[in-house]
């Protein structure tokens, strides 16, 4: 006859184990959905290398070209406010899965576009169908985990999407490099496929039960009004913005005051990705020690006294160039899983919607940043694009102490 206390400590290693298993679980989705996430920027600026040879081939001029750029990042933009609502009412998996199928698709498009029009043309549902990454993996993320877990798994997905613009080029360099331009399409569409693939193989629907909720876009009216969630919306925007005026003005800045080659120049975008997934890794830690009101406020103010070191050494060093990029780096890997985190706890029925609305926010400022950014150089150069960058830095932070630190004390 077993004894009763062996008994008791087989089933409480059954439950361990159950346990164990189904956090390997969770964390195998939250990687396969941030993956989803993160082909969305990646797409966006993946063939920035070869933008002249396109612009040959299709015989076309560089404003058309260049549009097959914003126009991707608009429409990722605006389609989040259409699937925050639709994920919400039909369920995350139901939304994913067909948005990667039309990506797909779409890039296969691309491979086969011979001139600028059909481009444009299939750039559009390019983004339709990658647009679904952003809102449905943050939003599987906030079903699935609570407490310092969701942060984790937060970081895991802002490292993504923060990561994507900058391998982009990379990438899109090497392929076109070592093959025909066209292939960089055609990568596109094998790795939709196989985030396609393993989402579907993966990913169970984390939509809480109850009866269906109606498509309701007026919710997005209510998310605006609250303070808090604007002002992670606004602070989103801000950081993108300014994040898209260093990838943009770095080269510039590295031109204009070095001698490097364009592989050198390449690799002074590296201590920007390393300190960018080092600051989401440690991003839950953080959050051990202060709260996540308290880090947002923080970093937000760091960075707007890192911004005006860069601005006045990059010129002149190139050791404090680098150091204050991979700090820039460092505090935005910090900031962005505490917001999405903070975002997903505060709307917990609406969690899609809050989360669409606030990727609107940040795509708007990656869309902005190069645009506004290049008005800004015209009208002042350098000083005057980062000296607005740092003061807006300084608005944000307060801001955010006076909605969010404020609603905490209460």
């Known amino acids: 006859m077993t004894h009763p206390l062996l008994r008791l400590d087989k089933l409480t290693l059954y439950f ?11 964390k195998a989705i939250a990687y396969s959905v941030s993956f989803a996430a993160f082909l969305g920027p990646f797409t966006q600026t993946v063939y920035v290398p070869i933008l002249p040879e396109l612009q040959d081939t299709l015989a076309t ?43 797909v698709a779409a890039s296969i498009g691309c491979f086969y576009a011979d001139h600028i029009a059909s481009l444009l043309f299939f750039r559009v549902f390019q983004a339709v169908g990658i647009a679904t990454g952003s809102v449905v993996a943050v939003t599987v993320i906030g079903d699935l985990f609570r407490d310092e877990e969701r942060l984790k798994a937060m970081g895991t997905f802002q490292m993504m999407v923060a990561l994507g613009p900058v391998i982009g080029p990379v990438a899109g360099g090497f ?66 913005y300014i994040y898209y005026n260093f990838l943009v003005y770095l080269p510039v800045i590295l031109d204009q005051g070095y001698t490097l080659s364009v592989a050198q120049k390449g690799l002074m975008f590296l201590p920007l990705s390393v300190a960018l ?29 890192d911004v005006v070191a860069f601005l006045v050494t990059a010129a002149h060093s190139l050791t404090l160039l680098i150091a204050t990029t991979f700090l820039f780096g460092l505090l935005l890997g910090l900031s962005l899983p505490a917001q999405t985190a903070l975002l997903t706890r505060i709307f917990v029925t609406h969690r899609a919607t809050a989360v669409g609305l606030y990727n609107f926010f940040r795509f708007m400022g990656m869309a902005c940043g190069p645009f506004l950014g290049a008005l800004l150089f015209s009208l002042g150069g350098l000083t005057l694009l980062f000296s607005i960058a740092a003061l807006l830095f300084l608005l944000i932070a307060l801001l955010t102490w006076r909605n969010l630190m404020a609603t905490q004390r209460t």
């Not at 890794?281 to 103010?301: G, Y």
Request: glycine fraction near 8%; aromatic fraction near 8%; charged fraction near 15%.
């Open 61 to 103: 001029s560089q404003l058309l070209i260049n549009a097959s750029i914003s126009v991707f990042t608009f429409i990722i933009a605006f389609m989040q406010i259409l699937y925050g609502p639709l994920t919400d009412s039909l369920g995350r998996k139901k939304v994913l899965l067909p948005g990667i199928a039309l990506y």
């Open 175 to 240: 392929i076109a490099g070592h093959f025909d331009y066209h292939m960089v399409f055609l990568a596109l569409a094998i790795a939709g496929a196989l985030i396609g693939i393993l989402n579907l193989a993966l990913l169970r629907e984390t939509k809480p039960t109850g009866p269906a909720r109606r498509i309701d876009m007026a919710e997005y009216a209510r998310i605006a009004r609250d303070r808090q969630g604007l002002t992670i919306g606004i602070l989103g925007f801000v950081q993108f």
């Open 277 to 305: 997934v080092l600051g989401s890794f440690l991003s839950s830690r953080v959050q051990k020690r202060l709260s996540t009101e308290s880090l947002l406020v923080i970093t937000a103010l760091l960075c707007a006294i």
């Open 16 to 26: 361990t184990t159950t346990r164990e298993r189904s956090m390997v679980h969770k």
